[in-house]
């Protein structure tokens, strides 16, 4: 998927974790994010390694102002700005990891992808290992089933050539 994207601030934090978000211009012409998901890359209880990343952002990363926000049921006023961001900006995709958020985002019309799908589509183009990012995934605080990662573990086993 080329052209922007909006992001909540979980996938951001993640990819940043495992030393993918290098990668995301590959996907993704620019991502957007609202000053909400800024102010978490930036809160105090972020990872240093996030605070510092956001303090140094790369160009592809846009601070767009949401020009209404209003509250969606059961969401972080992250991932409510960005679902927001995204209507505004008539963006098609929203990177986002919270099963709440990503069912409001299919209910608005936008496609979710989440940190494991943007990390499968960067294996897929060669960018990076998914076992190793899937490995350094289990080593933060990323909540996801087992199963899951184990399912994109497989589907990458099956689309790399045995050697």
């Given at each position: 998927m080329s052209g922007p994207i909006v992001s909540d601030g979980g996938p951001l934090h993640y990819l940043i974790l495992v030393e993918c978000v290098d990668a995301v211009p590959a996907l993704f012409e620019r991502?957007?994010?609202?000053?909400?998901?800024?102010?978490?890359?930036?809160?105090?209880?972020?990872?240093?390694?996030v605070r510092n990343w956001r303090g140094?952002?790369?160009?592809?990363?846009?601070?767009?102002?949401?020009?209404?926000?209003?509250?969606?049921?059961?969401?972080?006023?992250?991932?409510?700005?960005?679902?927001?961001?995204?209507?505004?900006?008539?963006?098609?995709?929203?990177?986002?990891?919270?099963?709440d958020g990503r069912a409001a985002a299919r209910r608005l019309g936008l496609i979710p992808i989440g940190t494991v799908g943007?990390?499968?589509?960067?294996?897929?183009?060669?960018?990076i290992g998914l076992p190793a990012a899937i490995e350094k995934l289990r080593q933060t605080n990323f909540f996801i089933s087992p199963e899951v990662l184990d399912a994109a573990l497989e589907r990458d086993r099956r689309r790399r050539p045995e050697h």
């Amino acid at each position: 998927m080329s052209g922007p994207i909006v992001s909540d601030g979980g996938p951001l934090h993640y990819l940043i974790l495992v030393e993918c978000v290098d990668a995301v211009p590959a996907l993704f012409e620019r991502i957007l994010i609202p000053p909400a998901v800024r102010d978490e890359l930036l809160h105090i209880s972020a990872p240093q390694k996030v605070r510092n990343w956001r303090g140094n952002p790369p160009a592809w990363l846009t601070i767009e102002p949401v020009t209404r926000l209003h509250p969606l049921a059961s969401l972080h006023k992250g991932e409510t700005a960005a679902l927001q961001l995204a209507l505004q900006t008539n963006t098609l995709a929203v990177l986002m990891d919270d099963l709440d958020g990503r069912a409001a985002a299919r209910r608005l019309g936008l496609i979710p992808i989440g940190t494991v799908g943007a990390l499968e589509r960067m294996a897929e183009l060669g960018i990076i290992g998914l076992p190793a990012a899937i490995e350094k995934l289990r080593q933060t605080n990323f909540f996801i089933s087992p199963e899951v990662l184990d399912a994109a573990l497989e589907r990458d086993r099956r689309r790399r050539p045995e050697h």
